[in-house]
């Protein structure tokens, strides 16, 4: 006979641990199963760049909501836990050498301002920024929010003298920062063992559909041996995997995955700030190569793309407290390359390391001095697996009983609180913010939203 369980969670990241967490102990529903054919946290969640923000733009202020609330909660476990985590406000900086930019990005925080982020405040001259404040190493209490605003390039040098002189604008995101990913989410799988939650190791082979509705789910171990659970609730929370396993149940969701790496070095030579939150820069740019390098890449079609722009967003932040010199980076210049389904192991990029280097200097220039002789890096990274919008999939599907929790591109570990609160709220009936309705997959049924995403703008992709 099957095991009788009141959910199943396919998907043991950040996400099904945090749902699971916020059906057992916040709602009581003792008998949940998490099932994963990978130890939990370690197939995406432990790629994590493991930054949060609540920073968005959008034609509404549905994410910034959703993310003041995810933190809200993310606080409330660091208080309780004694900061187990590490959660710290270090916030984010944004950047630009381009006026035309740096007066885009008055109005886009003038707009995350009435959106809920925080006030702004600008600092239009080294007088002016004698009020900033810097950020703190650690901690998150009694921070500042909303963000500062430098638009004078003498206070960005005083400020952040690390940074390039070309520099004319950095906005300072303050309610954002970063933690230890996996300490949260052992932290919340603690929690939900505790309480009743368990783990099965496995794969979701197959989802029972009777009348319309969840009848069991079939999971099938590594030994070949297959585990029946009958339960009326089965959540996809399958992060890269969600489309696939959205197809047991006959329905396709609008996903696609984008290979996402980081590099980790130690900056032996001091050149950035430990002490600075995440940093952005948001110009395109083309790197910077001697003319034979130039020549020899564009008459190579594996190589000709090294000579072409790459698209903005590089960004870096420091890893790690005391005497750690490490140092985090990451380009998005893979996401032209989407996949239906992820590819595992992650395709080989041998000149990652190298041209985020390259690209780096633009915004620092005192790495340059590590171009010539590349020091050792690691390499690790992920998909992102996104809709068009880059807003998540959460809440009910057409099978009644099934939901899905998926689509959480880059920013699966700050979204996972605030995800798991509304999924769990959906599947028990209880009230739901008034932002269910932004993240739920029948959004696409509305012409109206449809509409919208003909002209949508900036994602927030970093």
Wanted: net charge negative.
């Amino acid at each position: 006979m099957p095991r009788t369980t009141d959910v199943v969670i396919c998907g043991a990241g950040i996400a099904g641990v945090a749902a699971a967490h916020a059906l057992a102990v916040t709602h009581g529903v003792r008998n949940v199963v998490l099932v994963d054919e990978r130890p939990p946290l370690t197939l995406t969640s432990d790629k994590s760049t493991e930054a949060y923000r609540n920073w968005w733009p959008g034609p509404d202020d549905a994410m910034v909501r959703f993310m003041n609330r995810s933190i809200d909660l993310l606080e409330q476990w660091a208080d309780a836990s004694d900061n187990r985590f590490l959660l710290n406000r270090r916030g984010y900086l944004y950047t630009t050498a381009d006026p035309a930019k740096a007066a885009q990005m008055r109005l886009d925080a003038q707009r995350a301002e009435l959106q809920g982020a925080g006030r702004v405040r600008e600092y239009r001259s080294v007088a002016d920024a004698a009020t900033y404040r810097r950020s703190e190493s650690v901690g998150y209490t009694d921070h500042p929010t909303g963000a500062d605003l430098f638009l004078d390039a003498d206070a960005i040098a005083e400020h952040f003298p690390f940074l390039s002189r070309d520099i004319v604008a950095v906005l300072h995101a303050r309610r954002c920062g970063w933690m230890s990913g996996q300490q949260l989410g052992m932290y919340l799988l603690e929690e939900s063992r505790a309480a009743g939650v368990t783990v099965l190791n496995g794969r979701v082979e197959a989802v029972d559909v009777q009348h319309g509705r969840v009848a069991g789910v079939t999971v099938a171990g590594a030994d070949g041996t297959t585990t029946p659970l009958a339960t009326p609730v089965f959540v996809n929370s399958a992060g890269p995997f969600a489309r696939s396993v959205s197809a047991l149940l006959n329905i396709d969701l609008p996903l696609f995955s984008e290979m996402h790496l980081k590099v980790a070095f130690e900056d032996t030579l001091g050149v950035v700030d430990r002490g600075t939150g995440l940093v952005i820069l948001d110009d395109a740019q083309s790197l910077a190569w001697s003319d034979d390098e130039r020549a020899e890449f564009a008459a190579d079609d594996e190589t000709r793309w090294l000579t072409e722009p790459l698209p903005a967003g590089i960004h870096l932040r420091p890893e790690g407290y005391g005497q750690s010199r490490t140092m985090l980076m990451l380009w998005d210049y893979h996401s032209a390359h989407r996949f239906d389904a992820p590819v595992l192991p992650l395709p080989d990029d041998p000149f990652y390391p190298e041209v985020v280097m390259r690209g780096m200097v633009r915004l620092a220039p005192g790495l340059a001095a590590y171009v010539d002789r590349l020091p050792p890096v690691y390499v690790d990274g992920g998909y992102y697996t996104k809709t068009a919008e880059n807003r998540p999939l959460i809440g009910p599907l057409a099978v009644e009983g099934a939901y899905v929790n998926a689509a959480f591109s880059g920013y699966g570990l700050m979204a996972a609180p605030a995800a798991a609160e509304l999924l769990a709220a959906q599947i028990v009936g209880s009230a739901v913010p008034d932002y269910a309705g932004a993240f739920a997959l029948a959004r696409y049924n509305d012409p109206r939203y449809r509409a919208m995403l003909a002209d949508w703008g900036n994602t927030g992709q970093l």
